[in-house]
T-cell receptor, first 112, second 116 residues
Framework: DTAVSQTPKYLVTQMGNDKSIKCEQN?????MYWYKQDSKKFLKIMFS???????INETVPNRFSPKSPDKAHLNLHINSLELGDSAVYFC???????????FGSGTRLTVV | AQKITQTQPGMFVQEKEAVTLDCTYD???????LFWYKQPSSGEMIFLIY??????QNATEGRYSLNFQKARKSANLVISASQLGDSAMYFC?????????????FGGGTRVLVKP
């Protein structure tokens, strides 16, 4: 039973395409997140949702649109992909308490 | 604003020896959590250890211990008896409270290579 699962694990696509990454958690957590890890391994938050409500939107281009149909799912849709979008995208979830933060296995996006 | 600093970009450690990974943080929140994650070459983020700002004792999890010095705002990770499988990137992270969106702020990471 994977706690936070995201698909696909690898995504190779051409510039200009639109793609989606899906994330699901079975931990009953209230908050879900998308993080981006760049080529220098730096991790930074992109979005967070709490019970389907957008809480954090960290100066991410409008081409990135998160969608949370329910509190167990948070998907990331990217329009008009650019070379600079190549990165590893991690989904995560957490309860409201300070402890307990679980990451998915990551999606390596390569834009060619 | 929260900030995490890891000053060691990379380090070598001999197998079976202990290694300390440095982490300093900055926050004005009285309540926060500190995490260490391991990222092996396979890419997943593996949770290692957690320290709450109000915890009186330093956290320990098997071979991992966290040297928490609140006044100095440091949360160093100690790995005892290093193994070859400990070779990985290690990230220190701080979590703010719900008002801050519960987000994790990460340091730049330290790459550890364990030598046989």
């Amino acid at each position: 039973d994977t706690a936070v699962s995201q698909t696909p694990k690898y995504l190779v696509t051409q510039m200009g395409n639109d793609k989606s990454i899906k994330c699901e958690q079975n931990l009953g957590h209230d908050t879900m997140y998308w993080y981006k890890q760049d080529s220098k391994k730096f991790l930074k938050i992109m979005f967070s949702y709490n019970n389907k409500e957008l809480i954090i939107n960290e100066t991410v281009p409008n081409r990135f649109s998160p969608k949370s149909p329910d509190k167990a799912h948070l998907n990331l849709h990217i329009n008009s992909l650019e070379l600079g979008d190549s990165a590893v995208y991690f989904c995560a979830s957490s309860p409201d308490s300070l402890y307990g933060y679980t990451f998915g296995s990551g999606t390596r996006l390569t834009v060619v | 604003a929260q900030k995490i600093t890891q000053t060691q970009p990379g380090m070598f450690v001999q197998e079976k020896e202990a290694v300390t990974l440095d982490c300093t943080y900055d926050t004005s929140d009285p309540s926060y959590g500190l995490f260490w994650y391991k990222q092996p070459s396979s890419g997943e983020m593996i949770f290692l250890i957690y320290q709450g700002s109000y915890d009186q004792q330093n956290a320990t999890e098997g071979r991992y211990s966290l040297n928490f010095q609140k006044a100095r705002k440091s949360a160093n990770l100690v790995i005892s008896a290093s193994q070859l499988g400990d070779s990985a990137m290690y990230f220190c992270a701080m979590r703010g409270n719900k008002a801050a969106g519960n987000k994790l702020t990460f340091g730049g990471g330290t790459r550890v290579l364990v030598k046989p």
